[in-house]
């Protein structure tokens, strides 16, 4: 049975204390006003007209989905956005509310103790805002969710957190050895220093009675003085400021991308390239042999502003092979794990 309203002075009123009670206790919407009448949002007015529960009346005329429609959209910014993403939550059985207080959410569900902010799939974003938003979110112990709605309107829903990644791969004390360098990998031929380079943390890859390391790999064991490095030629010595500026002329952001390695090295993660997932890394918590790499590692500044389809591949692809997506934020030498994982309210 539909209820009636009365739309005056950009209000809905609901007049009916049993309509009011029916709305408010059992539907969460709306906020009781003098003598038990029940004011609506705009939004809310709009969603129960489209679900035929209201009749809205202005000067004695009945109202239409789109006369309020219009009338929301010209008072509340991307009106259609958060309509259609307020439209799927209620009727997924989400009391979702507007967020009137907190103004820098959208809306919250306090059944899912979250926040939600609300996005076009055009829109971009940067990797700073998020960060703010996730630290606001855990001040007030709520979840962080993104809604992002696309063209036809569908909705894909995210849950965003900064994380602590912790592995359980020891770190080792090894053996210093010579490393040679080839075009764009280095090569250490020491079969015993190899072959424990590589069981006790997987650095590199076979290569002969060898090993193959990548230019990171070699740079990290560089710095803890386990490799000296020398040129096929004349077998000269390459200090370590030198390696990096040869790796500087391919991959200029070399040292963010160490900062993250040397991070993950620390807090005892296995590392290796994510290059055919398109991440800088993938990372594991256990040795290869008993587990698959559960992330992929992403590094970026603190200026990185993204567009919501590269967000949307990168978390496909990572669910398509059972990993999670990991934005790292260097900023300096700290490192922040921003974490995005698909939901279903």
Same mark, same amino acid.
């Given at each position: 049975?539909?209820?009636?309203?009365?739309f005056?002075?950009?209000?809905?009123?609901?007049?009916?204390?049993?309509?009011?009670?029916?709305?408010f206790?059992?539907? +969460?919407?709306g906020k009781?006003?003098?003598?038990?009448? *029940?004011?609506?949002? *705009?939004?809310?007015?709009?969603?129960?007209?489209?679900?035929?529960?209201?009749?809205l009346?202005h000067?004695?005329?009945?109202?239409?989905?789109?006369?309020?429609?219009?009338?929301?959209? %010209?008072?509340?910014?991307?009106?259609?956005?958060?309509?259609?993403?307020?439209?799927?939550?209620?009727?997924?059985?989400?009391?979702v509310?507007?967020?009137?207080?907190?103004?820098?959410?959208? &809306?919250?569900?306090?059944?899912?103790?979250?926040?939600?902010?609300?996005?076009?799939?055009?829109?971009?974003?940067?990797?700073?805002?998020?960060?703010?938003l996730?630290?606001?979110?855990?001040?007030?112990?709520?979840?962080?969710w993104?809604?992002?709605?696309?063209?036809?309107?569908?909705?894909?829903?995210? %849950?965003?957190?900064?994380?602590?990644?912790?592995?359980?791969?020891?770190?080792?004390? &090894?053996?210093?050895?010579?490393?040679? *360098?080839?075009?764009?990998?280095?090569?250490?031929f020491?079969?015993k220093?190899?072959?424990k380079?590589?069981?006790? %943390?997987?650095?590199?890859?076979?290569?002969?009675?060898?090993?193959q390391?990548? @230019?990171? %790999?070699?740079?990290?064991?560089m710095?803890?003085?386990?490799i000296?490095?020398?040129?096929?030629?004349?077998?000269?010595?390459?200090?370590?400021?030198?390696?990096?500026?040869?790796?500087?002329?391919?991959?200029?952001?070399?040292?963010?991308i160490?900062?993250?390695?040397?991070?993950?090295?620390? +807090?005892? @993660?296995?590392?290796?390239?994510?290059?055919?997932?398109?991440?800088? &890394?993938?990372?594991?918590t256990?040795?290869?042999?008993?587990?698959h790499a559960e992330y992929?590692?992403?590094?970026?500044?603190?200026?990185?502003?993204v567009?919501?389809?590269?967000?949307?591949?990168a978390?496909?692809?990572? +669910?398509?092979?059972?990993?999670?997506?990991i934005?790292a934020?260097?900023e300096?030498k700290?490192?922040?794990?921003?974490?995005?994982?698909?939901l279903?309210?």
């Amino acid at each position: 049975m539909k209820a009636n309203g009365e739309f005056t002075n950009n209000k809905i009123i609901i007049q009916k204390p049993k309509d009011a009670g029916r709305f408010f206790n059992k539907s +969460h919407l709306g906020k009781i006003i003098t003598d038990n009448k *029940l004011e609506l949002s *705009l939004l809310e007015g709009v969603f129960l007209i489209g679900e035929e529960k209201l009749k809205l009346y202005h000067n004695k005329k009945e109202m239409s989905f789109q006369e309020l429609l219009k009338i929301a959209a %010209e008072k509340i910014y991307n009106f259609e956005i958060k309509y259609l993403i307020f439209r799927d939550l209620r009727k997924r059985g989400n009391a979702v509310k507007a967020c009137k207080k907190n103004k820098k959410f959208d &809306f919250y569900i306090n059944k899912k103790n979250c926040y939600i902010s609300v996005f076009y799939e055009r829109n971009s974003i940067d990797i700073s805002k998020i960060q703010k938003l996730i630290e606001n979110a855990k001040r007030k112990k709520r979840e962080l969710w993104f809604a992002v709605v696309d063209e036809e309107g569908d909705i894909t829903f995210y %849950e965003v957190s900064k994380i602590n990644i912790k592995g359980t791969i020891k770190n080792h004390k &090894f053996s210093k050895t010579k490393g040679v *360098l080839l075009d764009n990998n280095v090569v250490i031929f020491d079969k015993k220093n190899a072959e424990k380079l590589f069981s006790k %943390e997987f650095f590199g890859k076979p290569f002969g009675d060898g090993i193959q390391l990548s @230019m990171i %790999e070699t740079l990290y064991l560089m710095e803890k003085k386990i490799i000296d490095l020398r040129n096929t030629k004349d077998e000269e010595k390459i200090s370590i400021s030198k390696f990096k500026n040869i790796i500087k002329k391919s991959q200029p952001d070399i040292e963010p991308i160490l900062t993250v390695f040397k991070d993950l090295k620390k +807090h005892s @993660m296995l590392v290796k390239t994510g290059f055919k997932f398109g991440s800088h &890394f993938r990372a594991y918590t256990q040795k290869p042999d008993k587990n698959h790499a559960e992330y992929l590692i992403h590094v970026v500044n603190k200026k990185y502003r993204v567009i919501w389809a590269e967000i949307s591949r990168a978390v496909r692809l990572a +669910h398509s092979v059972n990993k999670e997506i990991i934005f790292a934020k260097v900023e300096e030498k700290k490192i922040d794990y921003i974490k995005f994982g698909r939901l279903r309210p």
